[in-house]
């Protein structure tokens, strides 16, 4: 009877283990999509920084999912074989996530937060990142204020060609931004109005290719 009790024990256990890992399992697999609704043009900021890291999540996912399966199989034989292919996967899997990294190595630091002339509500926001050793300049429009604001992405402007470098982000004046890049001859200027009564920004003339 005692023996019976510890068995039933136990497999309440696993079976209280396996639910808390497939919810996990389940919200690690939600926040993905959700990291690219919230990364969207005019997304909200605090959501995609909460939830804009695919990666992570991802290995959330995966792991959460190989060890429900790892500790829910009674069969020995189908737990080393998740094994077998969890390990297998690993073994890709983390080179190529290593590499990923370090390839967004180092992370983007804001150069630039200049709030728009008699409008604190819209933010003219430049981040400054790498590829590999070049340059990279990320320019954005942020609006609203508090936990409602919005990221829009401008342009992106990479340093691998001078010509291509960001050399001058400024407030043209409350509804408009003026981006420059290159210098002297090469100097390229171009603008992006911003709506007076919703702060969505207009397309910039080149986007850019980071």
């Avoid at 690219?36 to 990666?55: E, I, K, N, S, T």
């Avoid at 150069?111 to 430049?126: F, G, K, N, S």
């Avoid at 291509?164 to 171009?190: F, M, N, Y």
Wanted: charged share 20%; with cysteine.
């Amino acid at each position: 009877m005692t023996e019976s009790v510890g068995e039933a024990s136990a497999e309440e256990r696993r079976g209280r283990t396996v639910r808390i890992l497939l919810a996990v399992a389940a919200v690690g697999a939600a926040a993905l999509p959700a990291g690219l609704w919230a990364a969207r043009p005019g997304g909200l900021l605090l959501l995609a920084r909460v939830f804009d890291h695919p990666l992570l999540f991802g290995w959330v996912t995966a792991g959460a999912l190989t060890a429900a399966a790892l500790v829910g199989l009674r069969r020995t034989a189908l737990r080393v074989l998740v094994g077998v292919l969890a390990g297998a996967c690993a073994l890709v899997a983390v080179p190529l996530s290593l590499l990923l990294v370090m390839f967004s190595l180092p992370w983007p630091e804001t150069t630039l937060d200049r709030a728009a002339p008699e409008r604190d509500d819209r933010r003219l926001v430049v981040e400054e990142g790498a590829d590999m050793i070049d340059p990279v300049w990320w320019v954005s429009l942020d609006t609203g204020s508090g936990l409602g604001v919005r990221r829009w992405p401008l342009a992106c402007f990479n340093g691998d060609d001078p010509a291509d470098a960001l050399t001058e982000a400024a407030w043209e004046g409350p509804h408009r931004l003026r981006l420059v890049s290159g210098e002297g001859e090469e100097a390229r200027t171009q603008y992006v109005d911003v709506d007076p009564a919703t702060g969505r920004p207009g397309p910039a003339e080149d986007r850019g290719a980071c």
